[in-house]
């Protein structure tokens, strides 16, 4: 399975979410996955990118069709629970940045 | 040493490349470390985040001021011989995405 996104062309949607995760698992791969999967669900949802390195440092970007989308996916119940979650819990610290995609190009 | 950027607030941009690198190390490291080095020293660069993942798959997001900054950054003579070694040798596939960041929030 390919692990890049297969996006539309732009104008779309990026939400860059970059984090360092704490010690310890406290099930976090299990949220994640879900969380992922919950996503691909939603309407304008486009695809995602994700990594997490050793050091438990990770960027995962998603894409979206528009700021509705966005919205909506950030409102969601399983997906404010987790968040909620990922403050108290899994994350030592994490930056989350909005970003329109004006231009892409591929190798 | 903190991993995340230290931006300023929006509006700026985002340039998002993801990759998969081949097989094999092919002086890839000093590489990729001194291009964040010499991307560092350029007008208008405002940081920058990068993971890539034992299956060999990246993600590095670098902040800009303007797009003529990231023109600018693209076109450096030293950068151009990276970024051809990166087509012909060291990534299987790759996806760049140019982006403005209009929100960012943290923890």
Redesign the interface.
């Known amino acids: 399975m390919?692990?890049?996104?297969k996006?539309p062309e732009?104008p779309y949607y990026?939400v860059?979410f970059?984090s360092?995760r704490t010690e310890g698992e406290n099930s976090y791969e299990p949220m994640a996955e879900r969380m992922i999967e919950l996503a691909a669900e939603q309407p304008g949802f486009l695809g995602a990118?994700?990594?997490?390195?050793?050091?438990g440092?990770?960027?995962t970007?998603s894409y979206w069709k528009s700021h509705e989308a966005i919205s909506s996916w950030k409102q969601h119940s399983e997906h404010r629970i987790a968040q909620e979650t990922g403050?108290t819990l899994w994350?030592q610290?994490?930056?989350?940045?909005?970003?329109?995609?004006?231009?892409?190009?591929?190798?």
Do not use: H
Not at 49 to 55: F, L, M, T
Not at 93 to 107: M, P, W
């Open positions: 390919s692990l890049f996104a996006t732009p990026a860059i970059t360092q990118e994700s990594v997490r390195g050793s050091d440092f990770g960027i970007v403050k994350y610290d994490y930056q989350l940045r909005i970003s329109k995609v004006e231009r892409a190009y591929s190798k």
